[in-house]
């Protein structure tokens, strides 16, 4: 059992982009076709520190820690912990590992979580989040502007409000990626978009 507001540890191996819960009848069910997860800790690139998640949980020897939202409903829940390693996800789209655990929550709590999403679903692979090079920017880079995937954390104290999917496409090697009257998508899976006439701006790889 677990009491709301705990701070609790979790084993993770790469990038950490959940993890999720879901509130279930039975956490012993085999079936998890169209359960709401809502996340509940995530990280990409801590900006402050200068560090990916994957290097911050090396140091931590593999393990991170989050909170169980306190205002949630007592009950049992899916926990659904989620690595999404982007090491080659520029040539081959993003890996993901996954574990799951059953949780059953305690507390006084009374929220049911808007914000949620479904697997499938909540991600799409050809999304900026999940085809987005690394590589140029190891092992430290001053600053990157990673968007997470997925809705975004859930707070006891913030919006409590359905979240919708929306997906920001990266463009591979040679696809136009702006010029007057364009109004598509203008990042590039890995090079730049280089300007070669005022109306066609290509994607060239590095």
Known sequence: MIPPGLQSEILF??????????KVPDARQSNVEGLKWFKIYHEGFDSAAGLWATQKLIENKGKVSFKVPA????????????????HVAHYDGAQFFLSCAQLDITGGGNVVPATTAKFP?????????LRRTIVAYMPNPPNVNYPLPGPPVFDCKGPNVPWTPVFK?????????????????TEC???????LNEYYHQCWPN
């Open 189 to 195: 899976v890995s090079g730049n978009c280089i300007v």
């Open 121 to 129: 679903g909540a991600y799409n692979s050809t999304d900026q989040s």
């Open 169 to 185: 496409p990266l463009l591979p090697a040679y696809e136009q990626c702006g010029g007057i009257n364009y109004s598509g998508p």
């Open 13 to 22: 191996q790469i990038i950490t982009g959940g993890p999720f819960d879901a």
């Open 71 to 86: 205002c949630i409903e007592p009950g049992q829940y899916l926990l659904r912990a989620e690595i999404i390693a982007l």
